[in-house]
């Protein structure tokens, strides 16, 4: 129900926009969220982003450099990375879910929903 798309290969510095087409619906109904997982490591919080679109919210290690999104009209959220850093690199995972409480939005057991994952690599 959730495709990520948008992974690939840059150099430190570069940017890449990652995109989540959901067939969920309605897609305004969920709360969206990023997470990644690099080689030997655990799933992490990436993003997250309300069912409006009003407010976002990022990890620590990415504010500043990523901006997550949503168009609800085209079921489909998006994650802008700017200033890419090698320790980006990760499998990056989008997730949603309806009920979800938004203090619980870093959370990654809180969503029901989770796309197939799409591989970034940041090259120094």
């Known amino acids: 129900q959730l495709q990520a798309s948008g992974g690939g290969v840059v150099q430190a510095g570069g940017s890449l926009r990652l995109s989540c087409a959901a067939s969920?619906?309605?897609?305004?109904?969920?709360?969206l969220g990023w997470f990644r997982q690099a080689p030997g490591k655990e799933r992490e919080f990436v993003a997250a982003?309300?069912?409006?679109?009003?407010?976002?919210y990022y990890a620590d290690s990415v504010k500043g450099r990523f901006t997550m999104s949503r168009d609800n009209a085209k079921s489909t959220a998006y994650l802008q990375m700017n200033s890419l850093k090698p320790e980006d690199t990760a499998v990056y995972f989008c997730?949603?879910?309806?009920?979800?409480?938004?203090?619980?939005?870093?959370?990654?057991?809180?969503?029901?929903?989770w796309g197939q994952g799409t591989l970034v690599t940041v090259s120094s």
């Open positions: 982003i309300k069912r409006s679109g009003g407010s976002t």
């Open positions: 997730a949603a879910d309806r009920s979800l409480i938004l203090s619980n939005y870093a959370t990654g057991n809180a969503y029901s929903y």
């Open positions: 969920t619906s309605p897609f305004s109904t969920y709360v």
